[in-house]
């Protein structure tokens, strides 16, 4: 096959058709996300599935106003459906640097542990945050989040509650790749993030640390999806039994993201 030939399937145009650094990127983290979640699951590996709608009205380059709603769901032996609503508002005091707060209520139903019925469990967490973003070039940055958590965590039988309050750090690395059109990206993303219960009870289930790796896409400067596999070491409280289990989980994250007013150059792009 001559040279021209050979180059002829590589490009179209001037343009690469189908080889490109973000496409290679999207499929082998697709592959480290499905793969995974394709084996059968171990006794003492847990999966999950996420789906979230996550949107955001930026009132001014300055305002942040947020939500979240989403559904968890457990694959493998330890049954529940967990459905969450989180509004937050952010404001930025210095470039790269904002601060933020607003509460989260999840509803955990049909717990199933090894075949043993637990109650329902509704959970209330008003939070703060403090998150920093630093460049370290114009496509890869670095993101620190540090979030404090009031918990309530009540019995929908008894409707005792357990509270408790804690401490959250995320580290994030975020490498953008350009997309075909103009303004469009892939954006390539690595965290890791720790919980500490620093006074009064943990609730039913308690996340220790967790990593995720993830793919995100931006279809208009409005709307963006980002695909995440996580593993998480997690407890699931019986206090029935008086006794409390550690177990990891690994989750696949669907998430996505329409957006409203000043949306372009807003200073929040890089900490969603």
Request: glycine share 6%; with cysteine.
């Amino acid at each position: 096959m001559a040279t021209g030939e050979k180059e002829s399937q590589f490009m179209v145009s001037g343009k690469r058709s189908f080889i490109s650094m973000p496409r290679l990127i999207a499929g082998i983290l697709c592959f480290l996300i499905l793969f995974p979640l394709s084996l059968k699951a171990e006794e003492d590996v847990g999966k999950q599935i996420w789906l979230d709608v996550n949107p955001r009205w930026y009132n001014t380059s300055h305002l942040k106003i947020t939500g979240e709603f989403g559904i968890r769901r457990e694959l493998t032996q330890k049954k529940w459906t967990r459905y969450g609503i989180k509004p937050s508002v952010a404001y930025s005091v210095l470039d790269g640097l904002d601060i933020g707060a607003g509460v989260g209520v999840n509803y955990t139903d049909n717990i199933d542990k090894n075949t043993v019925e637990i109650d329902n469990y509704l959970a209330i967490i008003p939070f703060q945050g403090l998150n920093y973003i630093h460049p370290l070039s114009e496509k890869w940055k670095m993101n620190y989040y540090l979030r404090i958590e009031e918990k309530f965590d009540y019995n929908t039988q008894t409707w005792e509650s357990l509270n408790s309050l804690r401490v959250r750090f995320r580290i994030r690395t975020l490498y953008e790749f350009d997309a075909y059109q103009t303004g469009r990206y892939y954006r390539a993303t690595l965290s890791w993030e720790g919980f500490n219960t620093v006074n009064g009870d943990d609730g039913l289930l308690t996340e220790k640390a967790r990593v995720s790796v993830g793919i995100e896409r931006n279809f208009s400067y409005r709307q963006k999806v980002r695909l995440e596999l996580t593993w998480q070491n997690q407890s699931l409280a019986f206090y029935r039994e008086n006794q409390t289990n550690n177990y990891n989980e690994i989750y696949l994250r669907l998430r996505y993201f329409p957006s409203w007013g000043t949306v372009i150059r807003n200073k929040f792009r890089d900490s969603d």
